[in-house]
Nanobody, 124 residues
Framework: QVLVDESGGGLVQAGGSLRLSCAVS????????MGWFRQAPGKEREFVAS????????PYAVSVAGRFTISRDNAKNIVYLRMNSLKPEDTAVYYC?????????????????WGQGTQVTVSS
């Protein structure tokens, strides 16, 4: 059984920072890409960032590029999302997902196992 568990969400003021973590078990973590998505109230789930199994490829959504950084620790089976310069429009539930292959892009169909999500709220 593959388990995906996000943590690190919370309430932060605009301009602040948060680091999300996502722990994965039940799968050979280092063999697969990982991704972060988010869903704001009344909106569809959208791609935030992904990271290839090696960590060398890290595409980002335009809305977060330059502010967010995705990274992974294959020894600990954890992927991180460092979020800086947060804006109120970053408010959403953030989901972590495991890729179906070594490299996964921005479409949700490229991911198979999902966590329950962690709430990030940015106040103005």
């Amino acid at each position: 059984q593959v388990l995906v568990d996000e943590s690190g969400g919370g309430l932060v003021q605009a301009g602040g920072s948060l680091r999300l973590s996502c722990a994965v078990s039940g799968r050979t973590f280092s063999s697969y890409a990982m991704g972060w998505f988010r869903q704001a109230p009344g909106k569809e789930r959208e791609f935030v960032a992904s990271i290839s199994r090696s960590g060398r490829n890290t595409p980002y959504a335009v809305s977060v590029a330059g502010r967010f950084t995705i990274s992974r620790d294959n020894a600990k089976n954890i992927v991180y999302l460092r979020m800086n310069s947060l804006k109120p429009e970053d408010t959403a539930v953030y989901y972590c997902a495991t890729g179906r292959s070594a490299y996964s892009g921005g479409h949700y169909s490229e991911y198979d196992y999902w966590g329950q999500g962690t709430q990030v709220t940015v106040s103005s």
